[in-house]
Structures are given as structure tokens and as C-alpha cells.
């Protein structure tokens, strides 16, 4: 997506409606601290500070990334919706082992190659219709930061120092685990951690690593060296939103150790440290196994777009609660396609048909006059979807129901309308306007309301069907025009024949009067593999939901 288009739906989308002090609907989420649902209320009322753990950037990001960042777009759409002002922070680790390694690997500075990474995570979230959080601050950009605190905890006795590193002592912090519930001995030493016998406990961690030849280093009080994991997040929540604020955000996976010790060190800097919600997403798995990078069972968002369009895939990831696990599956992901394409479609098909008729809207400043079947369906549509994001974020309960009954009404006026004379047509041309805006409100917060008109994204949406079948559109053409011929010839059994074989491919033919269209369709059979780009391995094909 162009940058300057997902600007103006970011814009679009950051106009909020006047929030009510007292909603009918009390928007719940569940807190992993207490382990259950709590009254959202933040600390400043009408504002939400909010920080989300970014991605390491050292490659293409893969679909555990994307769930994540849209998880928690969602969320920050939400907010907005509620009328809330919004900080949101997200941040870059740009400096990491992992990053050290590729560059080495590619000969590359490692600020450099993690800035380009950067850039290409940000691409992949414009497609996804990410809005930009408020705040993307990067490691590199905030030692000072990280030295400051690192400086308050030694200071605190909480921290301690060995030859140029610096160790946080967890002994001293009575409070370690509570967020997690784990034991001091389950700290995964050896995962970023290393195994060093120069701590005082094995479960210390590492708030600042000595410089090693051919590493990035940044001058310290204890000498040349660059931070350890977990103090970046705590020392940039700090510096943007203060020690206390509403929501910290991230993956199941980020429990423990990662905010484990992000509580720990941030406690320790400052006793009234304070995060109101702790909020995590689940995992992608692939094979019921968590997607990631190191089990090399991922696949980048890239590879996904290349074959769905990203609207599907936002569609795919949050038809299902974002706390539960997601089996990546090309059958859902061939649903979520055609889901879209029907969303879509409905919509233009009633934006055409308004725009045809616009001559005949009144203009008089007055309320529209509606069907009782249309005011029951908005109304209907209005409840459900307040009631199903107030409790903690319900999408994959939202997009069926009262939605998907929105538009077979849609659907059904549009019929009732062809057959109507003018004089008839007020009342449905109104209904109309009304069960579509209510429908794109319900888009805009999802983020699935596209920012180009709904012809394009169609056009788009069979692009991409087409990609996936093998084909281009001149071959449908092609067959289209030979199964007419056998239709002439009264051949019906291989034209059905004819039309089950393009089916199979994603391909839907329809008979409308004397011509045939073509739009995309659910395969009847399949292939999961996903084709590389060049270069790029497959990982095992996944089982089907």
C-alpha cells in the first residue's frame, strides 16, 4: 500500500467519537497479571498510554509478527473509537545478538541492516493497515536512556557489576515472578541469556554487556559495551509514557523472561512503577507448533501477500481471538479470501447503485426514513458489535451474526430495488445508505475498510486468485468463451465438467442471463505449499483447520 494512502486512512480512522463517561457497554479485557477480565479504567481518564513489545529487526517479518502488530491494532483503533487520546509505543530492538550475527553473516553494518529491516517491517504493517503508532523508538537511538536506568538500579543495590558487564540480582527483588508465576531457577539461561559463572545467581540477567571485537559498543560508566535484552523496553516505556501507564503489550512468549524482568528492573528503578494491564496475543502455530524464526517452520507476511491480499490476511488473523492460539491453514486463509471478496462486492454493488440514484436522496436536512427491517438490522449490528469488543476484543465473534445478516440485507434490497418504481425507491435507497454506513463503521475499527475504492480492491482480490490458480485473466477468458461453445452445442456435462475444473483452481463461474463472469471461490481441492520467492525455503506443509 502507498505510504500517503495508509496516511489519510490513519487520519480518517484517528477521528474518534465523543466519548461518554458512562458507557452502556463497560469495555473489559483480561489482565495477565490477575488472570481474568478486569474493567478497563486507565490512570488519566480520557487518555491511554500504551506500550507494545516491537519486533527484532533482522529479517523479513513472519506471520507471529503480524498477528501480534495486528492484535494490537485492533486494540489501538478501539481506543480511539471510545474517544480516548492514545500514546502508542511500539519499539525497534535494533541492537541484539541475533542482528550481530546476520550482519556478520552479510558483511553489513549491523545499525544498517536492522534499519532496513526497520523499514521493510513498516512496509508489511502499511500493507496490513497497521495505523503508525505514535512512538517507533529504536535501542540505538536511546543508550542514554538505558544507561540512566542501569545507573538507578546499580544505585539501588539491585545491580551489580563484573568486568564491564552489568547483572541485575533477582534475589534482591521479592516480587520476581508474579506476572509469570515461574520459579527463579526457570530463567532460560543460554536462550539470549549466557550461561556465566561469574553471577551471583544463575537467574541474573544481563542489563549490560562488555564490548566484544566486531560488535557495536557504546561508551558507559562500565566501560564500552551495548544493553542487555530486557532493559531497553523498560528504560523507552519510561521515557514515553513515565513509570506508570495503562497497557503493556506483546506475545504469549514475552511472559517469561521478558517482562518478567522488565517488571523487575523497572520496580527497581522506581518503587511506584506501575503498568495497569499486562496484555498478550497467542501464538501462531504451523502443525500446532509456535511459528518462529528459530524453529524455521515461519513464513514471512511477505510470502503470504504474494499469493493473499493483505486485507485477507488481516481478515484471517482476527477471525479468531486474539488471546487463542491460531493453526496457520491455507483453507482458512482461502475462506478469509472469499470473505472479503463478498464484503467487498455487497458494498459495491451498493455504493453503484446510490451513486446511480443519487438525484432521488433528499437533501432537506432531516432524519432518513428506513425500513423496520433495516432500523432492526442496524440496531441489531450496533449492539453486537459493542457488546463483542467491549469484552475483551471479541472479533472473531463480530464478523458473523448480525454482519454477515447486514449484508444479505444489503443484498436484498438491492433486488427489491431493480423491481420498484421511482416513486417506491425512497425508502430503500435510504435503508441502503444507512446499513452501509453502519457496515464501514464496523470495517474502520477492525481496520478491514480499504483505503482505495472497493472496485480496486476487487480487482485486486482476483489478481491474486488468479496468481494462486497459475492462470491469467486472458485464460479464464479463454475458457470461458470454449464452454460457451460446448453450452451451444448442448454439451452440459462437459460444461459442468469445464466449470469444476476452473472451481478447483479458486476460479467461480457464473451464468448471468447470456454472459458468463468469473470471480474467486474457496478450492474445492488444494495445495498448502506456498511458492517461495527465489531463494527462500518452504517449511513443512501445515495441516488443515
Known amino acids: 500500500m502507498d505510504p500517503s ?15 461518554k463517561e458512562t458507557q452502556e457497554f463497560q469495555f473489559v479485557v483480561y489482565n495477565t497479571m490477575t488472570q481474568q477480565k478486569e474493567v478497563f ?7 491511554v498510554r500504551m506500550y507494545v513489545c516491537g519486533v527484532t529487526a533482522y529479517d523479513f517479518s513472519h506471520l507471529g509478527h503480524a498477528r501480534a502488530a495486528v492484535s494490537f491494532d485492533v486494540l489501538y483503533r478501539y481506543l480511539k473509537h471510545l474517544g480516548y487520546e492514545v500514546t502508542y509505543v511500539r519499539n525497534f530492538t535494533d541492537v541484539d545478538d541475533k542482528i550481530i550475527r546476520r550482519a556478520n553473516e552479510t558483511g553489513e553494518d549491523p545499525i544498517s541492516l536492522s534499519d532496513r529491516y526497520c523499514k ?4 508489511d504493517m502499511s500493507d496490513l493497515q497497521c495505523l503508525s503508532p505514535t512512538h517507533e523508538p529504536r535501542v540505538s537511538d536511546h543508550m542514554e536512556q538505558i544507561k540512566d536506568m542501569i545507573t538507578q538500579i546499580i544505585n539501588k543495590d539491585f545491580g551489580y557489576v563484573v568486568e564491564g558487564d552489568v547483572f541485575f540480582t533477582v534475589d534482591k527483588f521479592s516480587n520476581y515472578g508474579k506476572l509469570s508465576g515461574q520459579k527463579l531457577e526457570n530463567n532460560r539461561a543460554g536462550e ?30 562500565w566501560g564500552p559495551g551495548r544493553p542487555g535484552w530486557h532493559i531497553e523496553c523498560s528504560a523507552m516505556s519510561a521515557h514515553y509514557l513515565s513509570f506508570k501507564f495503562d497497557i503493556h503489550g506483546g506475545g504469549l512468549d514475552l511472559i517469561f523472561p521478558h517482562h518478567e524482568n522488565e517488571i523487575a528492573q523497572s520496580c527497581a528503578a522506581c518503587k511506584e512503577s506501575d503498568v495497569s494491564y499486562w496484555m498478550h496475543n497467542g501464538h501462531v502455530t504451523n502443525n500446532n507448533e509456535k511459528m518462529s524464526k528459530s524453529l524455521g517452520n515461519f513464513f514471512t507476511i511477505r510470502q503470504i501477500t504474494e499469493r493473499y491480499h493483505p486485507l485477507a490476511l488481516r481478515y484471517f488473523l482476527i477471525n479468531a481471538h486474539y488471546r487463542s492460539p491460531l493453526n496457520y491453514s491455507v483453507v482458512q486463509l482461502e475462506g478469509a479470501s472469499d470473505a472479503v471478496f463478498y464484503i467487498y462486492q455487497t458494498l459495491k454493488d451498493c455504493q453503484d447503485a ?11 436536512g432531516k432524519p432518513a426514513r428506513i425500513s423496520p427491517d433495516a432500523k432492526e438490522c442496524i440496531s441489531k449490528l450496533r449492539n453486537e458489535f459493542q457488546v463483542k469488543m ?3 476484543l471479541s472479533t472473531s465473534l463480530i464478523l458473523t451474526g448480525a454482519f454477515l445478516e447486514a449484508l444479505k440485507l444489503v443484498n436484498n434490497l438491492l433486488t427489491m430495488l431493480k423491481k420498484q418504481q421511482k416513486q417506491q425507491r425512497l425508502l430503500v435507497i435510504q435503508s441502503l445508505k444507512e446499513i452501509q454506513n453502519e457496515v464501514t463503521k464496523v470495517l474502520d475499527v477492525l481496520g478491514l475498510q480499504p483505503p482505495f475504492s472497493y472496485n480496486e480492491v476487487l480487482l485486486q482480490l482476483k489478481e491474486k486468485a488468479l496468481t494462486r490458480a497459475g492462470l491469467v485473466e486472458d485464460d479464464v477468458i479463454r475458457l470461458i468463451k470454449e464452454r460457451a461453445e460446448v453450452r451451444r452445442n448442448k454439451d452440459f456435462l ?28 474457496v478450492p474445492v481441492q488444494q495445495d498448502s505449499e506456498i511458492v517461495p520467492s527465489e531463494g527462500q525455503k518452504v517449511p513443512p506443509k501445515p495441516e488443515s483447520a
Open 390 to 392: 467491549s469484552d475483551d
Open 192 to 221: 539470549r541469556v549466557a550461561v556465566d559463572s561469574r553471577k551471583r545467581n544463575p537467574s541474573d540477567f544481563a542489563l549490560w554487556k562488555a564490548a566484544k571485537p566486531g560488535e557495536p559498543s557504546w561508551d558507559s560508566p
Open 494 to 521: 462437459k460444461s459442468d465438467q469445464m466449470r469444476a475444473h476452473l472451481q478447483a483452481q479458486g476460479i467461480a463461474l457464473m451464468d448471468v442471463g447470456t454472459e458468463t463472469i468469473w470471480r474467486p471461490c
Open 41 to 47: 479504567n486507565p490512570k488519566i481518564p480520557g487518555k
Open 5 to 19: 494512502k495508509q496516511e489519510t486512512n490513519q487520519k480518517k480512522a484517528s477521528k474518534p467519537m465523543a466519548r
Open 354 to 364: 446510490l451513486l446511480q440514484l443519487q438525484e432521488e436522496m433528499p437533501n432537506d
Open 120 to 123: 521493510e517491517y513498516n512496509i
